[in-house]
């Protein structure tokens, strides 16, 4: 069966401070892999999503930037964090099976910039 | 024309009762919507979801109702139950996203299931 995992869990992190988020996939191959964002009591705001190795597409200009080095490990960084980066991070990997998309997402990473 | 519009923000229902929810889209080339359910702290799990060749779907307590001409789909919880006490998004995605996948997220529905 497959299987996401996330880490850290939870982040506090000062502002200016660079970040990395991993997110890692088991038992399936060549997935989509996403980036997903959630402030406090809001909805999901997709910030990058991966097709491939070294194939990312950003949906949000912004402080943050992704990578995927690996077919399944995806990495969402920064440089330099703003206040406005606090959230809640979400990976999501899905595999097309003729036309249905299902998404599957991870347990997530708790971020507060202080 | 992305948009998936979705209500009631928040819902308070009575243990054993019925919770609605509602989504309604623009886009016609959408073909996938999925409701997924989150709890607190967690990431959002895939509930059920329903293409647009069927009105209706049901899986145990749960049930997408599906009307293609209005572009409006909705969750049915029957005998709700304190258990049930999450936020719920309904999603869309279309095929005009490719391998991408993509999915257009409602802006959720806190559920409150009382005693």
């Known amino acids: 069966s497959q299987t996401i995992h996330q880490w850290p869990a939870t982040l506090v992190q000062p502002v200016g401070s660079p970040l990395s988020l991993e997110c890692t996939v088991e038992g399936t191959s060549n997935p989509n892999l996403y980036w997903y964002r959630q402030a406090a009591g809001r909805g999901l705001q997709l910030l990058f999503y991966s097709v491939g190795i070294g194939q990312i597409s950003s949906e949000v200009p912004q402080n943050l930037s992704a990578s995927r080095p690996q077919d399944r490990q995806f990495i969402l960084s920064s440089k330099k964090l703003l206040l406005s980066d606090s959230g809640f991070y979400l990976c999501a990997w899905s595999v097309p099976w003729a036309g249905f998309y299902e998404q599957y997402f991870g347990p997530g990473t708790r971020l507060t910039v202080t | 024309q992305q948009q998936v519009k979705q209500s009631p923000q928040s819902l308070i229902v009575q243990k054993g009762g019925i919770s609605i929810i509602n989504c309604a889209y623009e886009?016609?080339?959408?073909?996938?919507f999925p409701w997924y359910q989150q709890f607190p702290g967690k990431g959002p799990a895939l509930l059920i979801a329903?293409?647009?060749?069927?009105s209706e779907k049901k899986e145990g307590r749960f049930t997408i109702s599906f009307n293609k001409s209005a572009k409006q789909f909705s969750l049915h919880i029957m005998d709700s139950q304190p258990g049930d006490s999450a936020t719920y998004f309904c999603?869309?995605?279309?095929?005009?996203?490719?391998?991408?996948?993509?999915?257009?997220f409602g802006t959720g529905t806190r559920l409150q299931v009382t005693l």
């Open positions: 886009n016609t080339a959408f073909d996938y």
């Open positions: 329903i293409r647009p060749d069927v």
């Open positions: 999603a869309a995605s279309s095929a005009d996203t490719g391998t991408a996948s993509k999915l257009t």
